[in-house]
Every structure is written in structure tokens, then in C-alpha cells.
């Protein structure tokens, strides 16, 4: 199957930036696309970012547009989330997501946004 490796979560101050990257391994046979979700503490997970893996289309949360940005790297196999301009209400575990057959998930990364 397909493994997500998720990497560069932690702590920044308010205003601060973070890259976050996820490596998918394993067998993919048709990556559809990739994307970040995030779930705060009491809150269920929620939709933070997409990208497409041919055309690379991106979609966004409204609450992060302007701030965050979802790239990939096709040769890699892997998706980044360069965040800006980070706010304590982005404190979440951030997961990595791979939609091919069926969807995938990475263990999470914690960020942790302090004011």
C-alpha cells in the first residue's frame, strides 16, 4: 500500500511561517491528488488544502487563503504546505492526505502556534 511520511511540524509564534512536507512511498497507482487536513483540539478534522497531481490545481480553506500554499513535486512523490503568517487558531495536528484508489492518511504532525 501507500505510506505518508509527514515532517516539519512545531512550535512558532504567532505571525511566524513553517513548511510542513509529506513523502508518500509504496505502491500509488493513480495519484488523483494530495492535500493537508488539520483536526484542533475538541474539533473534528477539517479541510485545509489540495492539489492535484497532473494539473496541479490547488483549493483552500477559506481560512487559510492568502496565508498558506500547497505545492508538489511530481519526481518526489511528495506535497508541502508553506505556512505564513501563522495564528494560534491554527494549532492543530496536520495530516497528510494521498487520494488514489482509496484515500490514505499520514500519522499527523503537531503545530503548534503560540501567542
Known amino acids: 500500500q501507500v505510506q505518508l511520511v509527514e515532517s516539519g511540524g512545531g512550535l512558532v509564534q504567532a505571525g511566524g511561517s513553517l513548511r510542513l512536507s509529506c513523502a508518500a512511498s509504496?505502491?500509488?497507482?493513480?495519484?488523483?491528488?494530495m492535500g493537508w487536513f488539520r483536526q484542533a483540539p475538541g474539533k473534528e478534522r477539517a479541510f485545509v488544502a489540495t492539489?492535484?497531481?497532473?494539473?496541479?490545481?490547488?483549493l483552500y480553506a477559506n481560512s487559510v487563503k492568502g496565508r498558506f500554499t500547497i505545492s508538489r513535486d511530481n519526481t518526489e512523490n511528495t506535497v508541502y504546505l508553506q505556512m505564513n503568517s501563522l495564528k494560534p487558531e491554527d494549532t492543530a495536528v496536520y495530516y497528510c492526505?494521498?487520494?488514489?484508489?482509496?484515500?490514505?492518511w499520514g500519522k499527523g504532525t503537531l503545530v503548534t502556534v503560540s501567542s
Open positions: 509504496g505502491r500509488t497507482f493513480s495519484t488523483v491528488l
Open positions: 492526505m494521498l487520494r488514489d484508489r482509496m484515500d490514505y
Open positions: 492539489i492535484t497531481w497532473s494539473g496541479a490545481a490547488t
